[in-house]
């Protein structure tokens, strides 16, 4: 099995998305665990279901 590029990794008050191969934080910080948005970032889904993702769970925060 092939390391995950991106993965959740839980920070004070939530949680992060880290990217292994460029060795930063990628995007915001969430409250709850955004494994659909992980999912879809490994299995390098379209850029547009990866919007929707993001929308879907920066309206969550709210």
Request: net charge positive; proline share 3%.
């Amino acid at each position: 099995m092939s390391r995950r590029r991106y993965v959740a990794r839980g920070v004070r008050c939530g949680y992060r998305i880290w990217d292994n191969k460029g060795r930063r934080w990628w995007g915001d910080l969430y409250e709850l665990c955004p494994d659909d948005l992980v999912t879809a970032l490994n299995a390098k889904a379209s850029p547009e279901s990866i919007t929707a993702l993001l929308k879907q769970y920066r309206a969550m925060k709210r």
